[in-house]
Structures are given as C-alpha cells and as structure tokens.
C-alpha cells in the first residue's frame, strides 16, 4: 500500500506520518510538503532514513509536479492535510489560502481522476461550520450541521470540502472528509495556542489572551485524530463525512491557567488583548456517526494529553526553539545539501 501525505511536515500530518509508518511495516509512506513557514522537516527527522518513507518538496498546486508524482508513486491513498490553516494569516492575507486550499485541492483531485486512486481523504476542519452559543450547550456540530463560515481560512475550506464532494458525485472518485475539532500535541507550531502559552510561560513572557478568553472549543489529542483517519480511510464509507471530536471542551482561559499551573507560573503573565475580527464562540462536535460505525472514540482526555504535550514540549526545547529563532527554515538545505 502506497499512501500519498500531503503537508506531512506539517502539526496533524507530521504525527500521522509517525503513526503510520509505526503501525504499518509494510506500507510505503510518500510526503509531499511545500515547506512553507509552518512546514517543518525537523519534525520528520525520526522517519527521513526509513526505507519505507519519502519525502518531497513541492507545492499541491504545482500540477506539473504533481502529476509526476502519481505517475512515478501510483498511489493508492491521498491524505490531504496540506493547507494554510491559521486564522489571523487568513485575515491578513486571503489569496494564499485560496491558492493552498481550494486550487491545490482540485490538483490533486484532478491528479485522482487521471491516475485513479482507491481512496481520497480530505482533512478538513469543524470551522466550515461557524460557532455556536456559550449559553447553549446542548447544542453540538454533527454532518448535517450547514456549513456557515466566519474567516477566509474556514471558507476556504468550505470551498475544498464542497469540491470533493463535487468529484465524488460527478467523477465517482472514492472520497471521504474528516472534520476535526481542535488538535493539541507533538510538533505543533508555536503561533497556536497552546504550544505558544507553553513557550511563553517557560520563558516568563506575556501569555496574551483574546477577548475575555471565554471562547470554547472541543480539544482533541493528536493521536486519536491519526486514528480516526487511518479507521476513515481503512473502513470508511465512501463519500461520507465524519465529524472527529472528544467531548474535551474547554474555554481559553481555562487551557492557559491550566498550562500556567502546571509549569509552576504566575497568573499574572496573562494578558488581555483586542479580539479577533468574527471570531467564533464555541466550537463543539457530536462524534457519535464515527463511533458507531467505526468503532473510533477518544482514548486521550484532556487533563492527561495536555500533561502529556507540556512534558514533550519540555523534552524537545530545542525543535520549538529553532521555530521561534527561524533556524528551522533552513534544515531542508542542511538535510540536502550535499545529497
């Protein structure tokens, strides 16, 4: 089995490299990563010498090099993770996630229908459906919630979603979508909230806060999203939509205290600032569709994975390090420089 994973240098699809390349022994794992500033090979050091993986530098969009690659790898999986994913960057600047997640997603699509593949997996996100009410917590995300987007970044994929979707109605491409709350764990880039309050707390800087910090959403540790997805793409049902969460919500402002008291901090680090333009209230998804027709349910609660993401953020200071310094960015041309 080949699988094609895209933006696997990436958070999410760094650790579902890991994962599969650990339970797979005889899978061959193909990473196609463009490496922009959130990509980080660093992350994929462990795996760069296995035999059964490969890692390629190169944008989804670029369709020349894409469709090299599915001629030369014949892949029977893509796992699309390649995206521009951070909200404020979406605000600032549109075009790019355009670019990323929309056109590069018909890339590959169009790459699935030349070449044929037996299954396409769009990663996508629980912020294609907006927010819902603090004061209503009956309420939660399931498939049938519509899609109502509140940032470029979620339109964007919104836009990727609705497109897949399209190419398995119209082409009969075998396709599936995961939409997952937020994913907290290894590797994940320090601008996001709970690497950067790490970082910040153990450098004795500021930890500023959106707003009143009551914004809630549905923590997922990154490991039982690898398993949902290899059971998605395993056993799932071609042209569904599986919702990925773990009933672990919690306001901002409790995540940061949390992190703050276990790293022996002061409260008085925390730091108001100016909230986000539309920013969502809470985010809160209903995974009962995955449960109970693959078996998937969280194995990671958040009181013990945020103990676990502290303590490896603790033991690998100098991978976030380097993000925070840039050193990172140039690790690709020492990995390759004399290859």
């Not at 029977?76 to 056109?103: Q, W």
């Not at 990154?222 to 969460?245: F, L, Q």
């Not at 306001?251 to 920013?279: C, M």
Request: hydrophobic share 35%; charged share 25%.
């Amino acid at each position: 089995m080949t699988i094609i994973v895209t933006g696997g240098a990436g958070f999410i699809g760094g650790n579902f490299v890991h994962y599969m390349l650990e339970k797979y022994s005889n899978y061959r794992i193909i990473c196609l990563d463009a490496l922009t500033y959130a990509g980080n090979l660093e992350t994929l050091q462990d795996v760069m010498e296995n035999p059964n993986f490969r890692f390629i530098k190169g944008d989804i969009a670029d369709r020349a090099l894409v469709y090299s690659l599915f001629e030369e790898e014949k892949p029977d999986i893509i796992v699309n993770f390649a995206a521009e994913s951070h909200v404020d960057r979406s605000i600032e600047n549109p075009e790019i996630f355009l670019r990323s997640n929309v056109i590069g997603t018909s890339v590959l699509l169009d790459a699935c229908r030349k070449y044929g593949i037996k299954r396409y997996h769009q990663v996508s996100t629980d912020e294609v459906y907006g927010d819902l009410p603090l004061d209503r917590t009956d309420l939660f995300f399931t498939e049938e919630t519509p899609i109502h987007t509140s940032s470029p970044y979620s339109a964007s994929k919104a836009a990727a979603d609705l497109l897949v979707q399209a190419y398995g109605r119209t082409y009969h491409l075998p396709i599936t979508i995961s939409r997952c709350s937020n994913n907290y764990g290894p590797y994940h880039f320090p601008e996001k909230l709970i690497p950067l309050m790490i970082a910040n707390c153990l450098n004795d800087k500021p930890l500023p806060v959106y707003g009143k910090g009551e914004n809630v959403r549905d923590w997922l540790y990154v490991e039982d999203h690898c398993r949902a997805i290899d059971m998605i793409i395993h056993k799932g049902e071609v042209g569904e939509v599986y919702n990925i969460g773990g009933h672990n919500e919690r306001t901002n402002l409790q995540v940061v205290k949390t992190i703050i008291q276990a790293l022996g901090k002061s409260e008085s680090l925390i730091t108001y600032v100016t909230d986000r333009p539309g920013h969502d209230m809470r985010y809160a998804i209903d995974p009962t569709k995955i449960k109970n027709d693959l078996g998937w349910e969280p194995q990671v609660l958040f009181d013990e994975g945020i103990q676990k993401t502290i303590q490896w953020y603790l033991d690998h200071k100098t991978w976030w390090e380097n993000i925070i310094n840039g050193e990172y960015q140039t690790y690709y041309e020492k990995m390759y420089a004399n290859r």
